[in-house]
């Protein structure tokens, strides 16, 4: 049974950085992605990046270029996002999942396409 547990959100000012992490078990990984979500308050789920496992390849939100990097360490079956210089409005929950990897990157958007979820982490980013 595939799980995957995040953690790393906690209270942070504006302007600040945080580092979320994704332990994933249960199967092998090989021609999954695994991807990041993020629901606000009174919001949809917004995707914001995806990587590839095996070949490593990335795909971000707009939203989110230049300022999150996601990342993977192979041994540790552990995915990350690194968020920097946060606002407010990157209040949210986060979420990890996982699909197998698309083949139009622009079907990572769809949160219904993904075989599973964690259960999130919060991420607060105070004014």
């Known amino acids: 049974q595939v799980q995957l547990v995040e953690s790393g959100g906690e209270l942070v000012q504006t302007g600040g950085s945080l580092r979320l992490s994704c332990a994933a078990s249960?199967?092998?990984?090989?021609?999954?992605?695994m991807a990041w979500f993020r629901q606000a308050p009174g919001k949809e789920r917004e995707f914001l990046a995806a990587?590839?496992?095996?070949?490593?390849?990335?795909h971000y939100a707009d939203s989110v270029k230049g300022r999150f990097t996601i990342s993977r360490d192979n041994a540790k079956i552990t995915v990350y996002l690194q968020m920097n210089t946060l606002k407010p409005e990157d209040t949210a929950v986060y979420y990890c999942?996982?699909?197998?990897?698309?083949?139009?990157?622009?079907?990572?958007?769809?949160?219904?396409?993904?075989?599973?979820w964690g259960q999130g982490t919060q991420v607060t980013v105070s004014s």
């Open positions: 999942a996982v699909r197998r990897v698309p083949y139009y990157p622009s079907n990572y958007y769809y949160q219904g396409l993904y075989d599973y």
């Open positions: 249960g199967r092998s990984f090989s021609n999954y992605a």
């Open positions: 990587i590839a496992w095996s070949s490593g390849s990335t």
